[in-house]
T-cell receptor, first 110, second 116 residues
Framework: NAGVTQTPKFRVLKTGQSMTLLCAQD?????MYWYRQDPGMGLRLIHY???????AKGEVPDGYNVSRLKKQNFLLGLESAAPSQTSVYFC?????????FGSGTRLTVV | AQSVTQLGSHVSVSEGALVLLRCNYS??????LFWYVQYPNQGLQLLLK??????LVKGINGFEAEFKKSETSFHLTKPSAHMSDAAEYFC??????????????FGTGTQLKVEL
């Protein structure tokens, strides 16, 4: 009954460091998404995947890369973190029109 | 392109009073509309959704929303607010992505405060 699991939950990075956020879903959903949430801006789509081995850019893809080597996992990478990437990151999955969200990763870049 | 406007970034009501959170959308195709709730330090939870059929949609925790095509609105209501309703609420509209899947476009959110 896990749904969508995100790791880590919190992370502090220094400018220029890299990291990978992991999203895992156990519902056999075809579609997966990465959003970022910033105050007053709602949630904005970074990248998404319509199936294993596929990825595509969303609204705000710059500075991020993704991979979906296995259907259940969707990784979000930051190659060289910048303070502008300080945000809360949410992963979601869906099969039809209902999204299931993870509990988020709070990332601070100093 | 689809977009969502939520009127009022902060709404305050008394416990027991009517809750009304406003959402207007623009969409070039028939929309699928959603309301999500986010409690502090948590992810988003689906409250209710409109896809097709009945325009008055009932959700969890006593919330409901009515799809009004003529007004391009999907306002969220609850007859009697409870302290536990204090949270941030997001309206969203979806459209189909190239290759499948669907993209939710979110409004900027409304923070609901419930006072004694």
């Amino acid at each position: 009954n896990a749904g969508v699991t995100q790791t880590p939950k919190f992370r502090v990075l220094k400018t220029g460091q890299s990291m990978t956020l992991l999203c895992a879903q156990d519902m056999n959903h075809e579609y997966m998404y990465w959003y970022r949430q910033d105050p007053g801006m709602g949630l904005r789509l970074i990248h998404y995947s319509v199936g294993e081995g596929t990825t595509a850019k969303g609204e705000v893809p710059d500075g991020y890369n993704v991979s979906r080597l296995k259907k259940q996992n969707f990784l979000l990478g930051l190659e060289s973190a910048a303070p502008s990437q300080t945000s809360v990151y949410f992963c979601a999955s869906s099969q039809t029109y209902g999204y299931t969200f993870g509990s988020g990763t709070r990332l601070t870049v100093v | 392109a689809q977009s969502v406007t939520q009127l009022g970034s902060h709404v305050s009501v008394s416990e027991g009073a009517l809750v009304l959170l406003r959402c207007n959308y623009s969409s070039s195709v028939p929309p699928y509309l959603f309301w999500y709730v986010q409690y502090p330090n948590q992810g988003l939870q689906l409250l209710l959704k409109y896809t097709t059929g009945a325009t008055l949609v009932k959700g969890i925790n006593g919330f409901e929303a009515e799809f009004k095509k003529s007004e391009t609105s999907f306002h969220l209501t609850k007859p009697s607010a409870h302290m536990s309703d204090a949270a941030e609420y997001f309206c969203a509209v979806t459209y189909i992505l190239t290759g499948g899947g669907n993209k939710l476009t979110f409004g900027t959110g409304t923070q609901l405060k419930v006072e004694l």
